[in-house]
Nanobody, 123 residues
């Protein structure tokens, strides 16, 4: 079992930046594919970004060019650098881990989840 804990969320004005971190314990993240998802109140959870074991990345069209996902296996952590933030980016952001190959965007395929960190972008 791996435990995931997010940090780095907060309140930022539109156009600003935040860097989210996901720290793991119990297992090495190097064996997992990692993803970031977000969910706003009353809305479905949606895929944001993913990075597989090899380092290849994938992004939702809504964040492509603005967000960057990365991993540091030595620190057992993954990150989400968010630039040019928009009010529609406001949500609780969660990191997740999966062992198997498949779709990077399907939340149902992820096995482990963090508690989430709130990101609020004001206009």
């Amino acid at each position: 079992q791996v435990q995931l804990e997010e940090s780095g969320g907060g309140l930022v004005q539109a156009g600003g930046s935040l860097r989210l971190s996901c720290a793991a314990s119990g297992r090495a993240l190097s064996v997992y594919h990692m993803g970031w998802f977000r969910q706003a109140p009353g809305k479905e959870r949606e895929f944001v970004a993913a990075i597989i074991r090899s380092g290849t990345t994938d992004y939702a069209d809504s964040v492509k060019g603005r967000f960057t996902i990365s991993r540091d296996n030595a620190k057992n952590a993954v990150y989400l650098q968010m630039n040019s933030l928009k009010p529609e980016d406001t949500a609780v952001y969660c990191c997740a881990a999966k062992l198997g190959f498949g779709s990077t965007w399907n939340a149902l395929e992820y096995n482990y989840w963090g508690q989430g960190t709130q990101v609020t972008v004001s206009s």
